[in-house]
């Protein structure tokens, strides 16, 4: 029984002019253009330099700024309220000031003041930008210093402490590595959360349920077999995501791959029966849509997706424990960045197979056949 009624869910799928086009086209979509948009790195900050000193060290500092990747030298000026007149009309995000005798308070007294103004409507960007210009400068003062720039920069300067960072699992930094892991598990959550609470919906607005209703198929089977080809499907959309994620951005998994697969079954396992919870509930296929659209949201802002779980609030962070992409999204940048190993995933997969018994029992119990 349980193979004609599979039989007929992959008819009713690849019938479908829209659903196996979305399977293929959606995943390679996301893959290689949302990790390109869906950046934190903060370059090309526009800077305006308010030269007062007008000295070699000066000009060499200016210098230093225009070269930087993330800063744009948007020109030097004399003028300190030019440079704020920029920032004020948004041709500059950064106004910088190098007050007079910049050059002889730092290779005499090995410190000089400048002056910084920041636009913060970006809150993110503009604290980040001061933090790279204050490493900036930082560096540069060191280096004068090294070089021996003045005459007691050599004997009466006391040295500084130098720090020497290592970046482990991300060593460029580059946001695009962080973000390719939790695009995956946006495709799951779509493709494998949204699909499902389509199905036996469509299959009520279209009147066929009704020939399931009055057949003797059991409820189990019948979930069961609805949910299988979503299952599939979910392990060759991670399939694709992960080569293409190999073939363009050069990531593979620093550590096992079947670890993935473990990891991602359960999950769909969870999703999709939430999905299908939702389907054997809602009335049409907007109610579906519209309700499966506020949690995958809601899964998505509380998963630790953007921003760190640790940086919600307390209750905030209590409440992502009931939430099924929070434990998927970490085991996949767990294994991909750090190498992560089943020891490591335990409490992971521990959650995810809790939320599939779960998900897929209440599938099971609230459908109702009405014959």
């Known amino acids: 029984m349980w193979k004609y009624l599979l039989e007929k869910e992959f008819k009713q799928f690849f019938r479908n002019r829209f659903l196996p086009k979305l399977v293929v086209v959606f995943p390679v979509m996301v893959m290689l253009v949302l990790p390109w948009v869906t950046t934190m790195d903060v370059k090309g900050i526009r800077i305006t330099v308010t030269d007062r000193d007008r000295s070699a060290l000066s000009e060499r500092l200016a210098d230093n700024i225009g070269a930087s990747d993330y800063f744009r030298l948007e020109r030097v000026t004399d003028s300190y309220a030019d440079a704020l007149r920029d920032v004020e009309y948004g041709t500059a995000d950064v106004a910088l000031e190098i007050p007079p005798f910049f050059e002889k308070e730092l290779t005499v007294n090995g410190t000089a003041p400048v002056?910084?103004?920041?636009?913060?409507?970006?809150?993110?960007?503009?604290?980040?930008?001061?933090?790279?210009?204050?490493?900036?400068?930082?560096?540069?003062?060191?280096?004068?210093?090294?070089?021996?720039?003045?005459?007691?920069?050599?004997?009466?300067?006391?040295?500084?402490?130098?720090?020497?960072?290592?970046?482990?699992?991300?060593?460029?930094?580059?946001?695009?590595?962080?973000?390719?892991?939790?695009?995956?598990?946006?495709?799951?959550?779509?493709?494998?959360?949204?699909?499902?609470?389509?199905?036996?919906?469509?299959?009520?607005?279209?009147?066929?349920?009704?020939?399931?209703?009055?057949?003797?198929?059991?409820?189990?089977?019948?979930?069961?077999?609805?949910?299988?080809?979503?299952?599939?499907m979910g392990i060759v959309v991670l399939s694709v995501s992960m080569a293409l994620a190999g073939a363009v951005y050069g990531l593979w998994p620093s550590g096992s791959v079947a670890c993935i697969y473990l990891v991602a079954l359960l999950f769909i396992l969870a999703i999709s029966g939430f999905g299908l919870v939702i389907s054997n509930y809602a009335s049409t296929m907007q109610q579906a849509l519209f309700v499966m659209f506020f949690f995958v949201m809601i899964f998505q802002l509380m998963s630790g997706l953007l921003t760190p779980i640790r940086s919600m609030p307390e209750w905030a962070q209590w409440l992502t424990a009931l939430n099924p992409p929070r434990y998927f999204i970490h085991a996949m940048r767990l294994v991909y960045l750090k190498g992560g190993t089943f020891a490591d995933l335990l409490t992971d997969c521990g959650a995810l197979l809790g939320f599939a018994v779960f998900f897929n029992s209440w599938a099971v119990w609230s459908y109702r056949k009405r014959g």
């Not at 809150?123 to 003062?141: I, K, W």
């Not at 210093?145 to 290592?166: D, H, K, S, Y």
């Not at 198929?217 to 299988?228: G, H, M, Q, S």
């Open 115 to 232: 002056q910084i103004a920041i636009n913060t409507v970006n809150g993110t960007r503009g604290l980040l930008g001061g933090s790279f210009l204050g490493q900036l400068l930082a560096d540069f003062s060191r280096t004068q210093l090294r070089n021996g720039g003045g005459q007691t920069a050599g004997a009466g300067v006391p040295p500084g402490i130098e720090m020497i960072t290592q970046y482990r699992y991300n060593p460029t930094l580059d946001y695009r590595i962080y973000m390719v892991p939790a695009l995956m598990v946006i495709l799951l959550i779509v493709l494998g959360g949204f699909l499902p609470a389509l199905n036996i919906v469509s299959e009520k607005e279209q009147g066929t349920i009704e020939q399931i209703n009055v057949t003797p198929v059991p409820r189990f089977l019948f979930i069961f077999a609805k949910l299988t080809p979503y299952w599939l």
